[in-house]
């Protein structure tokens, strides 16, 4: 099973600023089958990015999503009031799909 | 728009049963692979099973194997995770969703909560 180990736990930042988010992976996530998801309490996750760069139908294009092989990386350019949430990676290289544990942007 | 719309969950002894259902709307739901995510209290998410769109192909987790079932009936569009010998680590929110590699559209999710 391959293990997703996302960094920092807890980003605290003010709106406007960049935010990076990094997940990094046990094992190389073939194909760079990595996808990035938001989630607001209360709420079901969203998808943001898929093959570790692809975003999904209608998420902005502050968000962008990169990297290969074990390290991958999620930024949002400039964060907007509704950013502020926890995003989790999830790698479907292998036959066990796995999540990260969770990076909670807030705000400073 | 794709409606996805999780039922069937509450509290239960430990080694009950619950069948959680989901029924979708606005997409071709015949034509998808479908699968139950689930996310226990002030965790991560976990990817329990899924079900592909003719019901050929299914994947349990080894935490759910032999325990849970997952199946189907595209005629009524809805998705069922039968949940047996349910134990206390299985207390979460389960999630419905539109998902085979990455989950594309989730429903609101259910609380199951197993305990004495």
């Known amino acids: 099973e391959i293990v997703l180990t996302q960094s920092p736990g807890t980003l605290s930042l003010s709106p406007g600023e960049r935010a990076t988010l990094s997940c990094r992976a046990s094992?190389?996530?073939?194909?760079?089958?990595l996808a990035w998801y938001q989630q607001k309490p209360g709420q079901a996750p969203r998808l943001l990015i898929y093959?570790?760069?692809s975003r999904a139908t209608g998420i902005p294009d502050r968000f962008s999503g990169s990297g290969s092989g074990t390290d991958f990386t999620l930024t949002i350019t400039r964060l907007e009031p509704e950013d502020f949430a926890v995003y989790s990676c999830?790698?479907?290289?292998?036959?066990?799909?796995?999540f990260g544990q969770g990076t909670k942007v807030e705000i400073k | 728009q794709v409606q996805l719309v999780e039922s069937g969950g509450g509290l239960v002894k430990p080694g009950g049963s619950l069948r959680l259902s989901c029924a979708a709307s606005?997409?071709?739901?015949?034509?998808?692979?479908m699968s139950w995510i689930r996310q226990a209290p002030g965790k991560g998410l976990e990817w329990v099973s899924y079900?592909?769109?003719?019901?050929?192909?299914?994947y349990h987790a080894d935490s759910v194997k032999g325990r849970f079932t997952i199946s189907r009936d595209n005629a009524k569009k809805s998705l069922y995770l039968q949940m047996n010998r349910l134990r206390a680590e299985d207390t979460a929110v389960y999630y419905c969703?539109?998902?085979?590699?990455?989950?594309?559209?989730w429903g609101q999710g259910i609380l199951v909560t197993v305990s004495s």
């Open positions: 969703a539109r998902a085979y590699d990455y989950g594309d559209f």
């Open positions: 093959g570790a760069s």
């Open positions: 999830q790698q479907y290289g292998s036959s066990h799909w796995t």
């Open positions: 606005g997409f071709t739901f015949s034509d998808y692979y």
């Open positions: 079900i592909s769109p003719g019901s050929t192909t299914i």
């Open positions: 094992h190389s996530v073939s194909n760079n089958h």
